[in-house]
C-alpha cells in the first residue's frame, strides 16, 4: 500500500525578493529628479594696488605724448585777397556721384550769403589741384574744400554743420558785404575762351613755330578778370 501523505516530506518554497536592476550605462533616476544646485554668485574681486596704481601712470604716459606731439594746426592760406572772402575749391564734373552732390550743396549754402567767393573748379583748371595739395600737404584731396577768410573750414560734412547750428553765419558776417548777380562777361563760368590762341592752347611765331600759349590752361580757358581775385593781364611775354 501507499505511504501516508502526511509522511511524505514537503518543501517549502519561500519567496525571495529579486535583487536591485543596476545598469552601469543609466543614470540614476533619483539623481536626474533632482535640481540641479544653482550656483553662487561670485563676489566682484576688488582691484589690487598695482591694479589702482597703473591707471594714473598710464594717464600719465598719455598727457606726456600729448604734450610731446601736439595735434597738427589747421592749414591757412595765403591768397592775395583771401581774407576777404570765401575760396571754394570743388569740380564741376559728374563722375563721383557722392562728390558732384556734395560740391553742389555746398556751392548753394554759400551762395546763400552775400559776400564775395572765388570758386576753383578743379575740373576746369589743374593748376588749381597742384595749389590746393600745396596748401594741404597732402596728396589725396577729398572735394569740397572751404577756406573763409584765409581760414581752413573744411569740408562737405563740416560747412553742413555749421550751417545748421549757425555758427557759419558768424564765421561769413566778418567778411564784406557784395552784389552776387551774375557776371555780364562769362556768365557765371568764371572761364573765357583764351583770345589769343583761340583755344588752342598754342600760338604760332614766326622763326619759332608753334609755341605752349603760357596765358591760358591745358583746356585754352582763362579766368575772367571781373570774377577772379587777381586781374587778367595778357603780355608777350608770357609767351613762351
Known amino acids: 500500500m501507499w505511504a501516508p501523505w502526511s509522511s511524505t516530506p514537503r518543501r517549502i518554497h519561500t519567496k525571495s525578493n529579486p535583487p536591485p536592476f543596476f545598469c552601469?550605462?543609466?543614470k540614476d533616476i533619483q539623481s536626474l529628479c533632482e535640481e540641479e544646485p544653482k550656483p553662487q554668485?561670485?563676489?566682484p574681486k576688488s582691484p589690487s594696488i598695482f591694479h589702482r596704481a597703473r591707471v594714473p601712470?598710464?594717464?600719465l604716459r598719455t598727457r606726456s605724448h600729448r604734450n610731446a606731439y601736439p595735434p597738427p594746426s589747421k592749414p591757412s592760406i595765403?591768397?592775395?585777397g583771401a581774407d576777404q572772402r570765401i575760396i571754394l575749391y570743388f569740380t564741376s564734373l559728374r563722375v563721383v556721384r557722392k562728390t558732384f552732390e556734395e560740391c553742389r550743396a555746398v556751392r548753394s549754402i554759400l551762395r546763400g550769403f552775400r559776400v564775395p567767393m572765388d570758386e576753383r573748379d578743379l575740373s576746369m583748371d589743374c593748376q588749381f589741384m597742384d595749389e590746393l595739395q600745396g596748401i594741404l600737404g597732402c596728396n589725396k584731396l577729398t572735394l569740397p574744400v572751404v577756406f573763409i577768410a584765409g581760414r581752413y573750414i573744411g569740408g562737405a560734412e563740416e560747412i553742413r554743420q555749421l550751417h545748421e547750428s549757425g555758427e557759419l553765419k558768424n564765421l561769413i558776417e566778418?567778411?564784406?558785404?557784395v552784389d552776387r548777380s551774375v557776371c555780364d562777361l562769362c556768365g557765371g563760368?568764371?572761364?573765357l575762351l583764351c583770345d589769343?590762341?583761340?583755344g588752342s592752347h598754342k600760338v604760332y611765331i614766326e622763326k619759332m613755330g608753334f609755341k605752349t600759349c603760357s596765358v591760358c590752361n591745358v583746356n585754352g580757358l582763362i579766368r575772367c578778370p571781373y570774377c577772379s581775385s587777381a586781374p587778367y593781364r595778357r603780355t608777350k611775354s608770357m609767351i613762351k
Open 174 to 177: 566778418r567778411l564784406p558785404v
Open 196 to 198: 589769343l590762341c583761340d
Open 41 to 43: 554668485p561670485e563676489s
Open 57 to 59: 601712470t598710464s594717464l
Open 24 to 26: 552601469s550605462s543609466f
Open 189 to 191: 563760368l568764371r572761364f
Open 78 to 80: 595765403t591768397l592775395p
